[in-house]
DNA sequence: CAGAAATTGCCACAAAATGCCACATCGGCG
DNA sequence: CGCCGATGTGGCATTTTGTGGCAATTTCTG
């Protein structure tokens, strides 16, 4: 049982920062199994490089002073945003999408606001409100019961109003991407929901942000056999790679 | 142990003041699990930084200008809040209701954000994003096209999803009132939709401010028979009170 | 409209969590 | 062996949060 390098604990503690925005010292020490005093340590390193800011009992993103908006749609917002676009590049006009919830896919609806002659399918409450206010998409909500951490619908109606639509492209985006390379999911439900998106539409994207590598989420998420693409902002660590590439899923990178 | 940050604290209070534009210090508190002391504080801090303006009870947010909708429910804003609130007083606990889309409905969600234990059911994105970011209460997404200029869903989809669902009370916004006390709605779709809503549940509330009296709209709107009641802020020119007598249409008075 | 009741604001102090520093401990390495 | 860096420990200062009492405000009621 050999103590994690300090680079993997800082490491863990910048994932953690894009992923959350914020962490605390207490739960990072808890977490990596060290005294709180080495966290703090470990931040102070973060702040003086200006990779962190710290706060009273923890540290918070470089930017958050600023932004209003949805906090977690600021964690890695550059990268989001490159995948979004990269994301947005794949469709064509005419074509039917289905957009997932999430910040990802947040990024990505940003980058459709443009365009017209899509349709565009989701679950987001954020989503449907931005597209149909700032753009000529056509919008279709799938209804059902309003998670209010994701800000989206689940349940039986979603699903069961994914019947009705023949799509072309659908995005979805991952809770984490286990270190073995498996991706997962935050509930049971989200991810046979999810499941039944891929199942919808003819090809699959799936976004992930590098945050999400090495991420552990509590559910195996079920996937279709074939992924179109596995849209990142960062290359993955190469076990997952591996694992990637023995499932025949072609990994995209976006440049900012 | 694990105290969440202070600064993810102010973040969420911020985004709640962003969807709702006033948030109250003891619903923080109880939603944060932190006492009221603490929420005044953080408040306080926001307010000197002027991200917040604090008013007796909780914090306001400072005069941003928000788009589309909100222009729509500027009009005759008192109005209409005062109609939330009443229309909010007939909602007990356990109850389920829907809520059709539109400014003053709008106002009715408003008024709902304390209230815990109902259920709502609605088309609006704006209603559904407002109550699933700043309150406690369920709500259900009835999903279908997305009509940009209500920002609501409209369509088969809508309507099917109505079929599932027990609803107590419905409240029903209104295009119009003619001159000969007929209300009116904007299109044919959307009447119908309101009149299915109106079926699916067992007491009818009709929620109309000043500003539709003897407004002409193109489609007559279809109704059920028995109408809980028709809200009001201001009293309705004689020949339409007459017209709302004939019908045994309750006319409830809000008062500012 | 007045007075009561409930809610909220405000202040001071106590309790808890955190920050910070000095020093001890551990393990590798020349 | 002794040096060095990294980490843990303990004590104390600082910050944050909770609590209770009381004044001010709002709301209810007759």
């Known amino acids: 049982m050999n103590r994690p390098l300090a680079i993997s604990r800082q490491d863990h503690i910048l994932n953690a920062l894009d992923a959350a925005g914020a962490v605390s010292v207490s739960l990072l020490a808890e977490r990596l199994g060290v005294s709180r005093e080495t966290i703090r340590r470990d931040l102070k390193t973060l702040a003086d490089q200006g990779r962190a800011n710290l706060v009273h009992g923890g540290a918070a993103r470089t930017a958050t002073a600023e ?3 949805a906090a977690r749609q600021a964690a890695n917002a550059p990268g989001k945003a490159a995948i979004g676009r990269k994301a947005a590049s794949f469709v064509e006009d005419g074509m039917v999408v289905i957009l997932d919830s999430g910040s990802t896919t947040l990024a990505l609806a940003y980058a459709l606001v443009e365009r017209k002659d899509i349709t565009v399918l989701t679950n987001s409450l954020p989503i449907a409100l ?10 279709m909500m799938l209804g059902g019961e309003i998670d209010p951490n994701d800000e989206a619908a689940f349940g039986i109606d979603t699903l069961s ?3 009705h639509f023949r799509v072309d492209l659908v995005f979805i985006g991952v809770g984490g991407v286990s270190p073995e390379g498996e991706l997962t999911d935050y509930s049971r439900l989200a991810s046979e929901q999810r499941h039944r998106m891929m199942k919808a539409g003819q090809k699959v994207f799936l976004l992930v942000d590098h945050s999400k590598f090495e991420r552990r989420t509590p ?8 992924i179109a693409g596995l849209i990142v902002d960062k290359p993955p660590p190469r076990r997952i790679a591996q694992a990637f590439a023995a499932r025949r899923w072609p990994v995209i990178e976006a440049k900012a």
């Not at 931005?130 to 919008?139: F, M």
């Not at 559910?219 to 074939?226: F, I, L, N, Q, W």
């Open 219 to 226: 559910v195996k998420m079920a996937t279709v056999s074939r």
């Open 161 to 163: 109003a994914l019947e």
């Open 67 to 69: 932004p209003s908006l």
């Open 130 to 139: 931005l597209l149909c206010r700032s753009s000529d998409v056509k919008v």
